[in-house]
């Protein structure tokens, strides 16, 4: 069972950057794709990016395109989010997770979840 564990979050004006990066344990990240998720209180967990394991392009939901950009360094166990352009609708948890083979939309699907880490996007 993989283990996850996100940092980077805090508070930045809009505008701004964050680079948000999970740190996978307990396992290789060879074989996972790897989702950042967001949840604002009262609402449902969604998916913003994922990356692939294998050749297939990665995900990006359609507020986070030409924004955000997903990485991953199987070597280092290392998936990271660089989030531009921050509006304050980015305001929210995120969390990264783990699902094998290839990313999903449905959040239920993936195994591994981290402890979930804030974003805050405010003048």
């Known amino acids: 069972q993989l283990t996850l564990l996100e940092s980077g979050g805090g508070m930045v004006q809009p505008g701004g950057s964050l680079r948000l990066s999970c740190t996978v344990s307990g396992g290789t990240l060879q074989n996972n794709a790897i989702g950042w998720f967001r949840q604002v209180p009262g609402k449902e967990r969604t998916l913003v990016s994922c990356t692939n394991p294998f050749a297939a392009p990665p995900y990006y939901e359609y507020s986070a395109k030409g924004r955000f950009t997903i990485s991953r360094d199987n070597a280092r166990n290392t998936v990271e989010l660089q989030m531009n352009s921050l509006k304050p609708d980015d305001t929210a948890v995120y969390y990264c997770?783990?699902?094998?083979?290839?990313?999903?939309?449905?959040?239920?699907?993936?195994?591994?979840w981290g402890q979930g880490t804030q974003v805050t996007v405010s003048a």
């Open positions: 997770a783990s699902v094998p083979d290839q990313c999903e939309l449905i959040a239920l699907q993936y195994r591994a």
